[in-house]
């Protein structure tokens, strides 16, 4: 592990593995290439995540791309994590983009050019497979919180990536099935997805208190801009928890109370919901 400006840097051990394995069978050029590769995809989140204001922990590097920790305060929006996530598949386009204006010109070999260009293609398009933690499925979440509730995103989103990881592993063992060679490689990589989204399901009410507790700025941004509020209609015997899994991600709200006649008894802003909620 190793850190740079004050981001700590480190290679997971799915990483490690195929780092050994490329050296008994005399392939480290490639693997070098594929961490060359990996490692400016995710610079690419890093540098989009500053202009956002918000601060990356740390990185772990996987040979598909890499998973970083972020503490964004409130600031992380929709629309900034979708394009943070954009970010790192960029790269591979830009990537490809000068590789093959490289190869046009005559320069450099030409075979390792067209490893450099179909790498960079299978790590972007893999990125964009709409699965958790891929960047994909990171967009394909940020833009469901447009429409859903955040809870509710949360919890559709961990289940879908989850069924996702699912079949990767299904497919990596297919062959097996028909006297052909497992597939390591996907094995590997639908096993870490796997895991890490049933740990990331098992956290989603810690996940859910982390975003309520950074709502205040979205209070500030409601108060300086002066939006639009988006009121949720509740009865007065409606549970306290399913009155906030109704809160969306952009938006601040007004509860208007109904009693049983359902007549408005009250209007609270979220600040005291949620101030109730944590027993402020």
Known sequence: MIRIRGIELSLHPLFVLIMLLSVITGQFLELLTLFTIVFIHELGHVCAALLCGVHVKSIQLLPFGGVAVMEDHGRLNATREIGIAVAGPLQNLLLILMAYGLQQAGYGS??????????????????????????????????????????????????????????????????????????????????FLLYSNITDQRNLPYRFVSFLMNREAVYERYRQSGSAVRPIVAFSAKPLDDILRLFKRNHYHFIYVMNEEKTIVAVVPEQKLISSYFGM
């Not at 699965?131 to 559709?156: H, R």
């Not at 989103?157 to 996907?186: F, K, Q």
Request: hydrophobic share 55%.
């Open 110 to 191: 030409s075979g390792f050019l067209a490893y450099f260009i179909q790498a960079n293609a299978i790590i972007g398009l893999f990125n964009l497979l709409p699965v958790l933690p891929l960047d994909g499925g990171k967009i394909f979440q940020a833009t469901l919180s447009l429409l859903l509730p955040y809870y509710v995103t949360l919890l559709w989103c961990g289940r879908v990536s989850i069924a996702a990881s699912l079949l990767v592993v299904l497919y990596s063992i297919l062959p097996l099935g028909t006297g052909g060679g497992l597939r390591l490689n996907l094995l590997m990589i639908g096993a």
